[in-house]
């Protein structure tokens, strides 16, 4: 049997079908601005780190966190719309609240500022696992396969950064808050 070219989704016409496309770019823009969000607050923690090693990882984690959103970008060239600049002015704002409410969580709980910007990236990388999940969702939904293919490289990638980040900051939220002890 012959691949499709195109899906096949019973009982949707045009219409439908283009509001479908406008709600996936509204949640694709969307998953750039979380995806955003996520790469600035990596990128701002990063040189707060007192460890070496805690530094190059989470530059790693960077890094992986740019190309993540380059991969946010083709979610919306696959389905012919046109992604956010790469200086998504959204994303940062985001990323500067995230800051500011780990400031204020941590300083209720009384630890350490690093550590607090640690579990905020902890926060910021579920969020990101969520809204590429939603969007692998959108692409099973819609019967397109490219968006398939791309969200679930893109989570198996989230989700290893994902645990690696949490170990690390549960790991080292006992430090910060019985020593007040800079990660």
């Not at 691949?3 to 219409?15: G, N």
């Not at 283009?18 to 990596?42: G, I, N, Y």
Request: glycine share 6%.
């Amino acid at each position: 049997m012959a691949a499709l070219a195109h899906p096949v989704i019973i009982e949707i016409d045009k219409a439908n079908w283009k509001l479908s496309m406008d709600r996936a770019e509204r949640w694709f823009h969307f998953v750039q601005t979380v995806q955003t969000s996520f790469r600035k607050l990596a990128e701002d923690t990063q040189p707060k780190m007192h460890d070496s090693h805690l530094r190059g990882y989470l530059t790693e984690v960077a890094e992986r966190a740019r190309t993540h959103e380059s991969k946010a970008a083709e979610l919306l060239r696959l389905i012919g719309r046109e992604p956010k600049s790469p200086n998504n002015l959204t994303g940062t704002l985001f990323a500067k609240a995230r800051e500011l409410t780990a400031d204020l969580e941590g300083f209720a709980g009384g630890a350490a500022s690093g550590w607090r910007d640690l579990q905020q990236l902890v926060h910021a990388s579920l969020d990101g696992i969520v809204a590429f999940g939603v969007a692998n969702d959108i692409g099973l939904a819609l019967g397109l396969v490219e968006i398939t293919d791309l969200t679930l490289q893109v989570t198996s990638q989230k989700y290893v950064h994902h645990y690696l980040l949490q170990e690390i900051t549960l790991e080292l939220g006992c430090l910060s808050v019985l020593y007040r002890a800079e990660p």
